[in-house]
């Protein structure tokens, strides 16, 4: 089954779901049609270096899984190469991205350029969330 075919079939139109990640090497334009709101996290390039230098080291160093039983690898994360090193790639695909997912946006985008700005939104979502609860 193509890419596009199992996202279509996991993603109803009418459906409510949420998606993590850039979807458009699996598929294409679909997820980006059919969502109501897009998040995007477009942090300092510094925060995200600092997090994820961070977080690479950890996972590293004590061997913490990430999905499917795979690990990250210092080696892989000191690589040159920055198909192998997740910290080469975010570094020198920062900016890029940023364009990119500039360029995309609509008024279904919200654009967090801060933490604060993201505990503002989840925050916001709790509250609406309890008040869901709350009337049933």
């Given at each position: 089954m193509r890419r596009v075919a199992v996202v279509d079939a996991r993603l109803p139109a009418d459906g409510a779901w949420v998606a993590?990640?850039?979807?458009e090497s699996k598929g294409g334009d679909?997820?980006?049609?059919?969502a109501d709101t897009i998040v995007w996290?477009?942090?300092?390039?510094?925060?995200?270096?600092?997090q994820l230098v961070w977080r690479t080291a950890w996972r590293g160093l004590f061997r913490r899984p990430l999905w499917n039983g795979n690990r990250e690898s210092l080696a892989d994360a000191i690589s040159r190469d920055p198909e192998r090193?997740?910290?080469r790639w975010s570094w020198t695909h920062h900016a890029a991205m940023r364009e990119h997912y500039?360029?995309?946006a609509d008024r279904r985008w919200l654009r967090l350029t801060s933490?604060?700005?993201v505990r503002e939104l989840l925050r916001g979502a709790?509250?609406?969330?309890s008040e869901r609860r709350d009337r049933t």
């Open positions: 993590d990640g850039n979807y679909l997820l980006r049609a059919r996290l477009d942090l300092p390039r510094r925060r995200v270096m600092a090193s997740v910290i500039t360029k995309q933490r604060r700005a709790d509250r609406r969330g």
